[in-house]
């Protein structure tokens, strides 16, 4: 069938804005990850020390992380780090989003990032982009790279406020999560540092 100059245009935006939807979702769940429950975690584990080593790795290999030239042989251990330091966070993620989840669909929110984690090339950002797109039941892509979810619909733009709020529910059980484990182990946590420091002076 011939279509028309005008649809095949029409075709070619939706296009691209599904992809931008999609990016938009990918960037705020994998943002969940990066910035908000890996640096708790290593402050919950080694107190402030361990937050800011974290955001040094991350940040240098968001800068020259890179495993092609120029930059291999450069940006091949922050990168490699970044990938250790986030293996166990990246999973916990997931199943702070799958818990934030209740009200949407938390199975499937745990299907999809069982099944669908292992589609990115990293081996980490897999895991809350695959719950995410599980919970609001869409399909996330990147041309040629991957597909995450691609028997759901395409994502719209109000899927975007449903990923902020997923994510703001997912943050919301973590720090308490947090703020539960600091409480009841005070002399061997982040927190009894931090009381330690407020003491003495």
């Given at each position: 069938m011939?279509?028309?100059?005008?649809?095949?245009?029409?075709?070619?935006?939706?296009?691209?804005?599904?992809?931008?939807?999609?990016?938009?979702?990918?960037?705020?769940?994998?943002?969940?990850?990066?910035?908000?429950?890996?640096?708790?975690?290593?402050?919950?584990?080694?107190?402030?020390?361990?937050?800011?080593?974290?955001?040094a790795?991350?940040?240098?290999?968001?800068?020259i992380?890179?495993?092609?030239?120029?930059?291999?042989?450069?940006?091949?251990?922050?990168?490699?780090?970044?990938?250790?330091?986030?293996?166990?966070?990246?999973?916990?993620?997931?199943?702070?989003?799958?818990?934030?989840?209740?009200?949407?669909?938390?199975?499937?929110?745990?299907?999809?990032?069982?099944?669908?984690?292992?589609?990115t090339?990293?081996?980490?950002?897999?895991?809350?982009?695959?719950?995410?797109?599980?919970?609001?039941?869409?399909?996330?892509?990147k041309?040629?790279?991957?597909?995450?979810?691609?028997?759901?619909?395409?994502?719209?733009?109000?899927?975007?406020?449903?990923?902020?709020?997923?994510?703001?529910?997912?943050?919301?059980?973590?720090?308490?999560?947090?703020?539960?484990?600091?409480?009841?182990?005070?002399?061997?946590?982040?927190?009894?540092?931090?009381?330690?420091?407020?003491?003495?002076?």
């Open positions: 011939h279509l028309s100059p005008e649809i095949n245009l029409l075709n070619q935006n939706a296009a691209w804005r599904s992809e931008e939807n999609g990016a938009v979702i990918e960037s705020t769940s994998e943002s969940y990850l990066d910035t908000i429950l890996s640096p708790l975690f290593y402050f919950t584990l080694f107190g402030l020390p361990g937050a800011l080593a974290y955001k790795v991350s940040t240098i290999d968001s800068m992380g890179y495993m092609e030239p120029p930059y291999r042989n450069l940006g091949h251990v922050p990168a490699k780090l970044d990938d250790i330091l986030n293996y166990i966070p990246a999973r916990i993620s997931a199943l702070m989003i799958i818990l934030a989840a209740t009200t949407q669909r938390p199975i499937e929110a745990l299907n999809c990032a069982r099944q669908e984690h292992n589609k090339p990293s081996p980490n950002s897999g895991w809350p982009m695959a719950a995410a797109a599980g919970a609001l039941r869409v399909r996330l892509e041309p040629g790279v991957y597909t995450i979810n691609p028997t759901a619909t395409s994502p719209q733009p109000e899927q975007i406020a449903q990923t902020v709020k997923l994510v703001r529910a997912a943050s919301m059980i973590l720090i308490a999560l947090v703020t539960t484990v600091l409480y009841l182990t005070p002399t061997t946590s982040a927190w009894h540092g931090l009381l330690s420091i407020l003491i003495s002076d």
